[in-house]
């Protein structure tokens, strides 16, 4: 077969199938990959109790598996897997997530304003399930390894009890979308005195920043950038990477301002497990956060998990035949 390996994976389900020479015929046709089918790719064959022949084809680089020849072909004409091989390649990951790369699934960098004219913005460390907020580094590994809360105190600069001055809640590892994907939820208040929460996808390969899930994995599988997709002029690294406390963004002002009146200074800090239950049930555990400027629609876990259970449906067949695959020229 032209130098490209076959490999039988489930070769007891050949059992189940009868042995009348012309379904042989079909199996060992069944066995040779397409042409078309890059190498490295893994092919899986099943039959149905109906009899009807399904394959799924899937990239050895992203792992997405497609049951059809057009969809692998649009998959690989969107170069999607070169993206991922340059990225690792060149380690083009961003610095501010790797710096973060310490910080553990769960936890959540949050970002609030505060000090006496509400000019300074402050960085917290949030374990969503306990609700405990901490300042530094060192005080989250403690509470990893040893279970010992450090005190949150900002001397009375910064408020978190509430969401008046909440700016952004940044997540190192955002659900549905490949690792090193930052997500941000920014925090706004309209005139209405309403609370917008806006989540912002950005690929740490391309920088292309996405407003909503969908449309970020829209670009992971097809390599398509939707229209409203951009590439911030501000990158959440030039925004957030400072130590505790910093002089305000002036692009973050406008994020403080309610029927043109800034926000009062805070009057008191909180302790660390003083993390409002609606901050981060709704917006973390939840994750059920999203635009609600109505101009996208909001980020919803549900979609993200009847999409795995989609894929996961359609790869349990009554019956598995084999699983062929090209040699990797990356192994």
């Not at 009899?51 to 049951?67: A, D, Q």
């Not at 400072?242 to 800090?269: I, W």
Request: contains cysteine.
């Amino acid at each position: 077969m032209d130098g490209k390996s076959v490999v039988p994976v489930k070769e007891e389900a050949m059992d189940h199938i009868a042995a009348s020479s012309e379904e042989e015929e079909d199996i060992e046709a069944l066995s040779e990959p397409p042409d078309w089918l890059p190498d490295g790719w893994i092919m899986e064959v099943y039959r149905g109790e109906d009899g009807t022949i399904n394959r799924y084809y899937t990239s050895p680089i992203s792992n997405y598996t497609f049951n059809m020849k057009s969809e692998v072909l649009e998959y690989l004409f969107s170069q999607a897997d070169e993206r991922i091989l340059e990225s690792k390649e060149s380690g083009s990951e961003n610095t501010f997530q790797k710096e973060h790369k310490w910080l553990p699934k769960g936890w959540v960098m949050e970002i609030r304003a505060g000090g006496e004219k509400m000019d300074k913005m402050y960085k917290f460390y949030v374990y969503a399930k306990t609700g405990v907020r901490l300042i530094t580094k060192q005080d989250v590994l403690l509470y990893i390894n040893e279970a010992k809360v450090s005190e949150c105190d900002t001397n009375g600069e910064c408020d978190t009890n509430s969401e008046d001055n909440l700016l952004a809640i940044v997540d190192f590892h955002p659900s549905g979308v490949p690792e090193g994907w930052v997500k941000e939820l920014v925090f706004r208040k309209t005139k209405e005195g309403l609370t917008r929460r806006d989540p912002y996808y950005t690929d740490p390969a391309s920088s292309y920043t996405f407003r909503t899930l969908k449309c970020a994995l829209c670009f992971v599988e097809t390599g398509k950038v939707s229209k409203r997709a951009f590439i911030q002029r501000i990158s959440v690294h030039d925004l957030y990477s400072f130590d505790k406390s910093t002089d305000l963004h002036e692009s973050l002002r406008t994020r403080l301002v309610v029927n043109e009146t800034p926000y009062r200074r805070a009057t008191r800090s909180s302790r660390s497990r003083g993390t409002s239950q609606i901050e981060h049930e709704q917006i973390v555990n939840s994750q059920q956060d999203g635009d609600t400027s109505g101009s996208d629609s909001p980020y919803d876990l549900e979609e993200e998990r009847s999409k795995v259970e989609r894929v996961k449906a359609k790869k349990q067949p009554t019956q598995g035949l084999l699983s062929v695959q090209r040699q990797d020229p990356y192994s």
